[in-house]
């Protein structure tokens, strides 16, 4: 792994530095900086250390061996399946394998066998530290991750043996996340043509298949990506995103919950869960959704608007208000539920509050008729000026809801008890 480092600063002079370090050194060096460490630590300390290294997106994504390397002095041991050894001074394109031929230092190959045996173990949890928003973000920058431990499959290639497959896996992964489904499709059946047991390529174009309204298709290879690996967290949520998508709510709602044990904090699956469970009828559960979604999601405007409609139909009246509020703060002028909003405030008692929200209630408002109804009654309770005027005009727009209402209001019959 060649990573350029430039260091630059009014105390380090000029030069080059050939010496094979691990990039653990950047953290001593800094801390070095910081007055925390000696200056002669981290980048600086010259002495000899074992830099191991791994690269294993090939078996976190698509089941091939893991890649783990150590580097002393120019000496590099790679282990993946098989051993493989170069001398970087003779050979720096390592290109002569010199495994049987040079004396490696017992304590090295047990180092590459304990970092072999973490790489295997796969990725520790960060799901404490980074959000589901946040893995978005880094997936649209290319690096996409899985969640769920990775397999290792039978006769799982060499990444070296693959490389002819490099290029139509990033062509195709840069055009699955710019939703380009159509153009990836030809990309991965021609990768899936040569690695038939490629995990991450059969969800792909399961995927692609099924966003693309493709049933039959996509559920062939939701099939194949289960017989290759039938525990994969992600496989149960993109199959349950397709039950959803084609309404088939029986069969999306017990992967979802899978989802939900494994990753509870996968936003798509409490949204689209959420939506489940208000069609069955089971309000609260979909409100508890909600708000978690409402606390993982950074602009969660639209979620706060529905969180709000639903709290209204259990009667919580202070958590509908609550809702709609911080709905109406993220929405500013496209917030369109200053109707509910007054009706709750009303029965709060908020009345200026009321007042002030049924007034952004325009006449193109389906339910116009009923918000100079609430305002009416609002102006009697506040006793405004022009409440005669509030109670005429709700006469004028009546409609077939508002009319019975009006004329059963004892608010518009007689003065309100003080």
């Known amino acids: 792994m060649r990573v350029p480092l430039i260091v630059t600063g009014t105390e380090i002079s000029a030069g080059r530095i050939d010496t094979p370090v691990s990039t653990s050194r950047i953290f001593d060096t800094i801390l070095s900086w910081g007055g925390a460490a000696p200056m002669d630590a981290g980048l600086f300390k010259d002495v000899s250390e074992t830099v191991l290294a791994e690269a294993n997106k090939p ?13 002393e002095g120019s000496i590099k041991i790679i282990r993946s399946g098989d051993l493989e050894v170069y001398d970087l001074l003779s050979d720096p394109a390592e290109s002569n394998n010199l495994r049987g031929q040079v004396d490696i230092d017992p304590g090295v190959l047990e180092v590459l066998r304990t970092h072999w045996e973490k790489a295997l173990a796969g990725p520790e949890d960060s799901g404490a530290v980074l959000g589901q928003e946040a893995k978005e973000r880094l997936a649209s920058l290319g690096y996409v991750g899985s ?7 039978d006769g799982a290639p060499n990444p070296r043996d693959m490389v002819d497959l490099f290029h139509d896996l990033e062509v195709g992964s840069v055009l699955f996340m710019r939703n380009e489904y159509e153009k990836a499709l030809p990309i991965y059946e021609r990768v899936l043509q040569a690695d038939p047991e490629n995990p991450a390529v059969c969800l792909h174009l399961a995927v692609a298949h099924s966003v693309l309204g493709h049933e039959e298709k996509a559920l062939e290879y939701f099939n194949q990506a289960r ?6 967290v992600d496989l149960q949520h993109y199959l349950a995103m397709h039950h959803f998508r084609f309404q088939q709510w029986d069969e999306a709602e017990p992967l979802f919950e899978i989802v ?12 689209c869960l959420a939506q489940i469970r208000e069609r069955q009828g089971r309000v609260q559960e979909a409100i ?10 950074s602009d969660s405007r639209d979620e706060l ?21 911080r709905a109406r703060a993220l929405q500013g002028a496209e917030f369109d539920h200053f109707l509910e909003l007054g009706v709750l405030y009303l029965a709060d008692r908020r009345l200026p509050e009321a007042a002030a929200s049924l007034d952004g209630v325009t006449a193109a408002h389906p339910a116009y008729p009923l918000a100079l109804f609430k305002r009416a009654q609002v102006s009697v309770l506040l006793s405004e000026p022009d409440s005669e005027q509030r109670i005429q005009l709700a006469r004028d727009h009546a409609d077939a809801m508002t009319t019975p209402l009006i004329a059963a209001e004892r608010l518009f019959q007689q003065p309100p008890s003080p």
């Open 147 to 153: 969640e769920g431990r990775p397999i290792l499959r």
């Open 288 to 297: 508890s959704l909600l708000e978690r979604v409402t606390t993982l999601k």
């Open 59 to 71: 078996y976190l994504q698509y089941g091939w061996q893991p890649q783990v390397m150590a580097v």
């Open 260 to 271: 939900l044990e494994a990753t509870p904090d996968r936003l798509p699956a409490l949204e």
């Open 227 to 232: 017989r290759i690996n039938p525990d994969s």
């Open 305 to 325: 608007s529905k969180l709000g409609e639903l709290s209204m139909t259990v009667g919580d009246t202070q958590g509908a208000i609550v809702a709609f509020e």
